[in-house]
């Protein structure tokens, strides 16, 4: 299946935990930070990402757990200049405000970052 058709197929199929966090990072909603779902990048496909931050999401059930193409897919985003936060389910459901303070925390300091590296200054 071609990938963007993949990604619309994934956006229509979100887990509980994907729905509940793209409540809270759609439309600007966190601090202003914009944020796509289900966007594929390259070979892969990730479950949200801040492409002026670099940073990308995941929202992780068990069948991630100490998963190989998950660190290989991991390494090839991060040398894209991609930093990853990955979530289990169960925090995104249950802490949902903390998980969302790690996010806009990462999203301001990559963003930060990026500013400093733009201007000379890291």
């Known amino acids: ?4 058709q993949f990604a619309k197929d994934l956006r229509q199929n979100m ?8 409540r809270h990072l759609r439309a600007h909603r966190l601090q202003g930070q914009k944020f796509r779902r289900q966007q594929p990048i390259g070979p892969y496909i990730v479950d949200f990402v801040h492409f002026g931050a670099r940073l990308i999401v995941e929202a992780d059930g068990g069948q991630h757990n100490e998963c190989a193409s998950d660190q290989r897919r991991d390494v090839w985003l991060e040398r894209q ?42």
């Open 15 to 22: 887990t509980d935990a994907e729905k509940a966090l793209w």
């Open 1 to 4: 299946m071609e990938s963007i």
């Open 81 to 122: 200049g991609f930093r990853i936060l990955r979530f289990w389910n169960d925090d995104i459901l249950l802490n949902g405000e903390s998980v969302r303070e790690a996010i806009f925390l990462a999203a301001a300091e990559q963003a930060a970052a990026e500013i400093n590296t733009q201007n000379g200054t890291e």
